[in-house]
C-alpha cells in the first residue's frame, strides 16, 4: 500500500518515465460501473494488451487516455496533461499526439483514402477543409506517404468503401500515423476482421510501434494474438483490474488459464447484462 | 361469438363463470380527442363543400356548359422566340439560385438543429424555429412583405429570397434527419485525432450528407419552379410574370400558350433531374459507372490513366512529383466539370436577372422604416365584413378540396399500389395516371378552370382536388405497397375475399400513414387556397390588393392571419401523428 503510494508520487513527478498514468479512475455511466478504482501506468514504447469480456471496460478505459471519456472520480494523466480536468483546447492539443484507431474503422466510405488519411491531420491544422484539394501538398505528400507504409499507396485515390476491411483497418492506421503520434491507442483493431487480415494488421501494428517508438495500448480478444505482439497483457473484468502480467513470462496453456479464469461467466453476471438468458443456463447446468 | 370459445386469448380465465368479464377499458383520452378530431374536420370537409355550393352534379353541368369557352384557349398563342427565351431563361435563373440559396443556408442551419452536430440547446432550438416558421410561410407570403421591404425594381432578387426561405423549412429539416442518421464513427475519429467541432463536421458530416444534399436540391428545385409561376403574379419577372399580364389583360390564347411552355419546363427539370440523380449515383452491380461517365472511364483507362500496382511505393506522377490528386478518370472529370458548370451557372444566372444595386443599397438603409410601417396591423374596420369572410372561404376551399380529392385520390392510389391492384397491369396504369398528374402544374389547371368555370369557389376547389391526385394517391399507394404483406396473406388463407382483406389487413395497417398524408395534403390544400388569391379568390386576394395599395397595416394584419391558420393545422395534425401510430 505504501509503495503504491509512493510509486504515485514519484509518478507525478517524472512523467517521462510513465506516458500514461490512471490513478483511482471510477466511471460510472449512470447506474452502470464501467471502470472501478483503476490504477494502471503505462511505461512508454511498450506494446500493452487490454483482455476481457464484451462490457468488461476496455474501450472505456481505453477512452480515459484520451479524454474521449472523463472519469467520474479519480486522475487520468496522458504525455504529461492532466486529461481529468483538460479543457476543451487543451484535450484538441493533446489528441493530435494520441492516434486511435476503431474495430470498424470510422472511415468516411464515400472520401477517397487519401483524403481520410489527411483529415488525420486536422488537429494540427487550422480552420475546416472541403475536398482534397484544400489540404495543403506537404500534408498529402505526407499521406501518401503513410499509405505507402501501410502498403496501400496503390489505393491512395480509391473510395474508402471499395476497399476490404483489412484495408479499411491500414487506411485507419495510416490516419493515425500522419499525427506523428507519441501514443497509439486501438479499440479491438482486428475483430471485424477474418484471421489472415487480423495477422497482417495486427503484424504492421507490431513493426510501426517498434519503428516509431509508440506506446500502444490495443483491447484484444484473441489470446494468442495477445501473446504474439505484446510486452504486457492486461486482464480487465467488470471494470475492475485481475490480471498484470510480463507476456514473456506467459506461456500460451498458462495465458489461456488465466483468461479463461477471466473469461468466465458467473450466473450473476448473466442475470445483470441478460436477465432472459440466466435461466437457460442454469437449466442446462442442472 | 368469441368470449365463449375457451381458446380465444380475451376469453376470461375463470372456468367457474362467477367472475364477471371484465368491462373494456375505457379509451384513452387522446384517442377520443383524435376522434373528436376526425369527425370535426369531416364535418368541415362536408360544410365547406355545401357551403360553397360544391356537389358533383352542378360541377358536371357548369363543366359541361363552360366547355364552349375552352375555345377562347386555342390555338395557344406564344410570344416571339426572343421574348420566350428571355422569359425561359429568368425563370430559370431565379429558380435555380433560390434553390442553391436555400441548400446553402439550410445546411448550417440543419447543422444547428441535429442533434449530434449541435452545439447546444439555444441553438438548437433557434435553429428549430427558424425551420418552423419558414415552412409556416408560404413564399407568397415572403415575396409580398419583401417587394415592399426592397421596392419592385429587383423583383428577381426578391423572388430568390422568398422562394430561398420557404424552402429553409423543408430543407433544412430534411437534412437535419440525415445529419442525425450518418455513421458517427468517423466523426469520432476526427476527435480523437484532435479535430475541432467544425473540422469534423466538414470532413465527415457534409462528405456523408452530399447525396441527400443534391436530392433534395433537385426536389426543391422542381417545387420551386412551379411556385416561381405564382411568384409572377406578385411582380417576380420571368414567366409567371408574364402569365400574370396576360391573365388580367385576358389573353386567353397567350396565357394558354404560356401554360403550355410552363408544363414543359416542368417535365423537363423532372427529367433533367432524374438524369443528374443516375448520372452522379448510377453505378452497375459491380461498381462500374454508367452512362456517359462510364464511357469516358473506359477511354481513360485505356490511354491517359495508368492503374498504379506499387503498394509500397508512393504514386508518383510522369515527372517525378509525389502524385497529390488523382489522375484525370471518370471521377475527376465529372468532379471538375461539376464544379465548372455549377459555377457557370451562378455566374450567367447572376448576370441574368440583373440585380438593381443602387435601388437595393438604397431600400437596404431604410429597412427598419418600412418594416416599422408593417406595425401595427390594422383592417381598417374592413375586417369582420371582408377579410375575416375571405379567411373563411380560403380555409373552405382548402378542405372541400380535400374531400373531393379523397374521392379521387383514394381509389387511384389503392389501384396503383400492386398488392392492391387487381392485375399488375392495372398498377401500372395508375402509376402513369400519377406521375402524369404530378407533373402537370396545379396552377396550369387552375387557370384553365378559372377560364371555364369563372372566377369562383369551384375552379378553385377542383384545381386543388387533382392537385391532390399527384400527391395523395402516390403517397397512399406507397405506404400500401410499404405494408406487410403477410398479414395479408393470413387474412386471405383465412377464407376473405379480395374485399374483405383488402379492409382487414391493409387498410388497418397504413391507416396512420394514410392519416398523417391526408393531414398533410389538408395542409398542402389550406397553403394552396391562399395562393389561389392571385386569380382572385379568396383571402390571398386580398393580400394582393392590400400589397399593390400600400397597405401595409391590412397586409400585415392579413398575413398574421394565414400564419395562424397555418400554425393551428401544424398543431393539430402534431397531434394526431402523435397519437395516432
Ligand atoms: N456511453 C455509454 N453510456 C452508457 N453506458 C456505457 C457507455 N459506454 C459503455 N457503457 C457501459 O459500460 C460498460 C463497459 O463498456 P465498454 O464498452 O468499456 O466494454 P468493452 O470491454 O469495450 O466491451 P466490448 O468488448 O463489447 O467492446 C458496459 O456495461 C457498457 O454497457
Ligand atoms: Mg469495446
Not at chain 1, 480536468?85 to 468516411?108: P, S, T
Not at chain 1, 491500414?170 to 506523428?180: D, F, G, P, T
Not at chain 2, 452536430?117 to 418552423?132: D, E, F, H, K, P
Not at chain 2, 400574370?244 to 419546363?265: C, E, H
Amino acid at each position: 500500500m505504501a509503495q503504491s503510494m509512493m510509486a504515485t508520487d514519484a509518478s507525478f513527478t517524472s512523467s517521462e518515465e510513465r506516458s500514461i498514468q490512471l490513478r483511482n479512475v471510477t466511471k460510472q455511466f449512470g447506474e452502470v460501473t464501467a471502470l472501478n478504482d483503476i490504477n494502471i501506468d503505462f511505461a512508454p514504447q511498450k506494446i500493452n494488451v487490454l483482455l476481457g469480456l464484451s462490457g468488461s471496460g476496455k474501450s472505456t478505459l481505453l477512452r480515459h487516455i484520451n479524454g474521449l471519456h472523463k472519469p467520474t472520480s479519480g486522475e487520468v494523466v496522458t504525455l504529461g496533461t492532466e486529461v481529468h480536468r483538460a479543457g476543451a483546447r487543451k484535450l484538441r492539443m493533446l489528441r493530435r499526439e494520441v492516434g486511435m484507431i476503431f474495430q470498424h474503422f470510422h472511415l468516411v466510405e464515400s472520401m477517397s483514402v487519401l483524403e481520410n488519411v489527411c483529415t488525420g491531420k486536422l488537429g494540427s491544422l487550422g480552420g475546416p477543409r472541403l475536398g482534397l484539394f484544400m489540404y495543403p501538398k506537404e500534408v498529402k505528400e505526407q499521406a501518401m506517404e503513410q499509405l505507402a507504409r501501410v502498403g496501400l499507396a496503390d489505393k491512395a485515390f480509391n473510395r474508402a468503401d471499395a476497399l476490404s476491411g483489412g484495408q479499411m483497418q491500414r487506411v485507419a492506421i495510416a490516419r493515425a500515423l500522419i499525427q506523428e503520434p507519441k501514443v497509439l491507442l486501438a479499440d479491438e483493431p482486428v475483430a471485424a476482421l477474418d484471421p489472415v487480415s487480423s495477422a497482417t494488421v495486427m503484424n504492421l501494428i507490431g513493426k510501426i510501434a517498434k519503428e516509431d517508438n509508440l506506446t500502444v495500448v490495443c483491447s484484444l480478444h484473441q489470446v494468442e494474438l495477445a501473446l504474439e505482439f505484446s510486452d504486457r497483457i492486461i486482464g480487465l473484468r467488470g471494470g475492475e483490474l485481475v490480471m498484470d502480467r510480463d507476456a514473456s513470462t506467459l506461456s500460451l496453456k498458462e495465458a489461456h488459464e488465466i483468461y479463461s479464469a477471466v473469461a468466465v461467466v458467473t450466473d450473476e453476471e448473466i442475470e445483470q447484462q441478460v436477465p432472459e438468458l440466466a435461466g437457460i443456463t442454469t437449466e442446462q447446468q442442472s | 361469438m368469441a368470449t365463449l370459445t375457451p381458446e380465444a386469448p380475451e376469453a376470461p380465465r375463470s372456468t367457474s363463470g362467477r367472475h364477471p368479464v371484465p368491462p373494456r377499458p375505457a379509451p384513452h383520452p387522446h384517442v377520443v380527442a383524435t376522434w373528436a378530431i376526425f369527425i370535426g374536420l369531416l364535418a368541415m370537409c362536408v360544410w365547406s363543400a355545401y357551403d360553397l355550393g360544391i356537389n358533383p352534379v352542378t360541377i358536371f353541368e357548369r363543366l359541361a356548359n363552360g366547355v364552349d369557352f375552352l375555345s377562347r384557349l386555342v390555338p395557344p398563342e406564344f410570344p416571339e422566340p426572343g421574348r420566350l427565351i428571355e422569359l425561359t431563361l429568368t425563370t430559370l435563373a431565379i429558380v435555380f439560385l433560390a434553390t442553391l440559396f436555400s441548400v446553402v443556408t439550410s445546411v448550417p442551419i440543419a447543422i444547428f438543429a441535429a442533434v449530434n452536430t449541435t452545439t447546444g440547446m439555444v441553438s438548437r432550438q433557434t435553429a428549430r424555429i427558424i425551420m418552423i416558421f419558414c415552412r409556416a410561410a408560404p413564399d407568397l407570403v415572403f415575396a409580398i412583405i419583401l417587394i415592399r421591404v426592397f421596392g419592385p425594381a429587383n423583383g428577381a432578387l426578391i423572388g430568390i429570397i422568398a422562394m430561398g426561405l420557404s424552402s429553409i423549412g423543408m430543407v433544412g429539416k430534411l437534412l437535419a434527419d440525415n445529419i442525425e442518421d450518418v455513421n458517427r464513427g468517423p466523426s469520432e475519429a476526427i476527435q480523437a485525432a484532435g479535430g475541432a467541432r467544425w473540422q469534423w463536421i466538414h470532413s465527415t458530416v457534409i462528405p456523408q450528407i452530399l447525396p441527400q444534399i443534391i436530392a433534395h436540391g433537385l426536389h426543391r428545385m422542381d417545387i420551386n419552379l412551379r411556385n416561381s409561376v405564382l411568384l409572377g403574379f406578385v411582380g417576380v419577372p420571368g414567366i409567371g410574370a408574364a402569365l400574370s399580364t396576360a391573365m388580367n389583360t385576358r389573353q386567353w390564347q397567350l396565357v394558354m400558350g404560356l401554360a403550355i411552355i410552363i408544363t414543359v419546363l416542368c417535365i423537363f427539370m423532372e427529367l433533367l433531374s432524374g438524369a443528374i440523380r443516375t448520372q452522379l449515383m448510377g453505378r452497375d452491380g459491380s461498381g462500374r459507372r454508367r452512362g456517359i461517365l462510364g464511357v469516358i472511364d473506359r477511354i481513360a483507362h485505356n490511354n491517359w490513366v495508368t492503374a498504379p500496382t506499387e503498394t509500397h511505393q508512393v504514386q508518383r506522377t510522369r515527372n517525378g512529383a509525389v502524385r497529390t490528386s488523382p489522375q484525370w478518370d471518370a471521377g475527376r472529370i465529372q468532379r471538375f466539370f461539376g464544379w465548372l458548370v455549377l459555377i457557370g451557372l451562378v455566374v450567367a444566372a447572376v448576370w441574368d436577372i440583373q440585380i438593381n444595386w443602387q435601388v437595393l443599397t438604397n431600400t437596404v438603409t431604410n429597412f427598419p422604416e418600412v418594416v416599422s410601417r408593417f406595425f401595427p396591423p390594422d383592417g381598417r374596420g374592413l375586417y369582420w365584413d371582408r377579410f375575416f369572410p375571405a379567411l373563411v372561404e380560403t380555409v373552405q376551399i382548402g378542405f372541400a378540396s380535400l374531400l373531393l380529392g379523397l374521392f379521387i385520390a383514394l381509389p387511384i392510389g389503392a389501384m396503383a399500389a400492386r398488392n392492391v391492384a387487381p392485375t399488375p397491369g392495372i398498377a401500372k396504369f395508375f402509376r402513369i395516371v400519377i406521375v402524369v398528374c404530378r407533373a402537370f402544374p396545379e396552377l396550369v389547371l387552375a387557370i384553365i378552370l378559372v377560364v371555364i368555370l369563372g372566377f369562383n369557389a369551384t375552379a378553385g376547389v377542383l384545381a386543388l382536388a387533382f392537385g391532390s391526385i399527384g400527391l395523395l394517391s402516390k403517397l397512399v399507394a406507397d405506404s400500401l405497397e410499404e405494408s406487410d404483406t403477410r398479414v395479408q396473406d393470413a387474412v386471405r388463407a383465412s377464407g376473405a375475399n379480395r374485399l374483405q382483406t383488402f379492409f382487414a389487413a391493409t387498410v388497418r395497417q397504413t391507416a396512420p400513414a394514410t392519416i398523417a398524408h391526408i393531414l398533410y395534403q389538408l395542409d398542402v390544400n389550406i397553403r394552396a387556397a391562399t395562393l389561389l388569391g392571385v386569380l382572385g379568390l379568396g383571402i390571398g386576394f386580398d393580400l394582393l390588393e392590400a400589397s399593390t395599395r400600400n397597405r401595409y397595416d391590412i397586409l400585415s394584419l392579413i398575413i398574421l392571419n394565414i400564419l395562424a391558420v397555418v400554425v393551428v393545422l401544424e398543431l393539430i395534425s402534431m397531434y394526431v401523428r402523435k397519437v395516432v401510430r
